[in-house]
């Protein structure tokens, strides 16, 4: 009987680092997408706005991938790479995530936030 328990509690952790790393790799996939907005607006306080929106995106994302990775050691490259949002350019971040987030969330999956951006009428939004 304490065997089952046991089991059943340590399924449940690792279903609940999945879930919790695909919900961190939402927030990053939207991040991005937010990231590539502003990265082609000509106004630069539009281009502002989005890189605002995309820094706290990631900073959402940070905590659910720390508990993730505390649950499941796969998802230590994850919070790792988000850690470094505070000193490293987010340009030079969002390859590494998207790999990252491509192992955790399915396959050709377009999950969004919760609550999720939608761009302005006058902003083209990329897919």
């Known amino acids: 009987m304490t065997l089952f328990l046991a089991g059943t509690v340590l399924a449940a952790c690792g279903a609940s680092a999945s879930a919790n790393a695909q919900r961190s ?4 996939e939207q991040s991005i997408s937010e990231f590539n907005l502003a990265q082609q607006q000509t106004n630069p306080s539009l281009s502002g706005e989005y890189t605002k929106k995309s820094l ?7 905590p659910l991938a720390a508990i993730a990775a505390g649950s499941n050691g796969a998802y230590q490259a994850l919070q790792a790479t988000l850690s470094e949002i505070s000193r ?7 390859s590494a995530l998207s790999r990252e987030c491509a192992q955790v969330l399915p396959s050709g999956s ?3 936030v919760p609550g999720g951006f939608v761009p302005p009428a006058n902003v ?3 897919s």
Do not use: R, Y
Not at 25 to 28: G, N
Not at 56 to 62: D, F, K, P, Y
Not at 88 to 94: K, Y
């Open 110 to 112: 377009k999950l969004q």
């Open 124 to 126: 083209k939004a990329t």
């Open 25 to 28: 790799c939402q927030f990053v």
């Open 88 to 94: 490293v350019p987010e340009n030079l971040l969002t």
């Open 56 to 62: 706290g995106l990631l900073g959402s994302a940070l």
